[in-house]
């Protein structure tokens, strides 16, 4: 199983990025796909994550209204739509996937992860 992440960069706060997971390596139509950040210090914690089949979405409370999930079956890619970004969205994001059919916000969970990929929110 592969997970490449890519679409961070460097964006002024009130900005727009998109992230996208491109996922390989096996079926996922039963898998929980996850987005992760790590910001320098700090634990791993949950941003946002789409049940595969379905696309049930769930997000982290501070990123809810401005943050979107999504899917594309037919490109096997995840996407995380971010707007309205801050500064305290600075992190390194991960995408994960998780094969348990309950949806967990904890990383240890995540069977497999993309290799990150570095969003900086300049005020």
């Known amino acids: 199983v592969q997970l490449q992440a890519s679409g961070g960069g460097l964006v002024q706060a009130g900005g727009s990025l998109r992230l996208s997971c491109a996922a390989s390596?096996?079926?996922?139509?039963?898998?929980?796909m996850g987005w992760f950040r790590q910001a320098p210090g700090k634990e791993r914690e949950f941003v946002a994550a789409i049940r595969w089949s379905g696309g049930s979405t769930y997000y982290a409370d501070s990123v809810k209204g401005r943050f979107t999930i999504s899917r594309d079956n037919a490109k096997n890619t995840v996407y995380l739509q971010m707007n309205s970004l801050k500064p305290e969205d600075t992190a390194v994001y991960y995408c994960?996937?998780?094969?348990?059919?309950?949806?967990?916000?904890?990383?240890?969970?995540?069977?497999?992860w993309g290799q990150g990929t570095l969003v900086t929110v300049s005020s």
């Open positions: 994960a996937a998780d094969s348990v059919f309950a949806v967990s916000r904890w990383y240890p969970d995540y069977d497999y």
């Open positions: 390596g096996r079926t996922f139509g039963s898998y929980i």
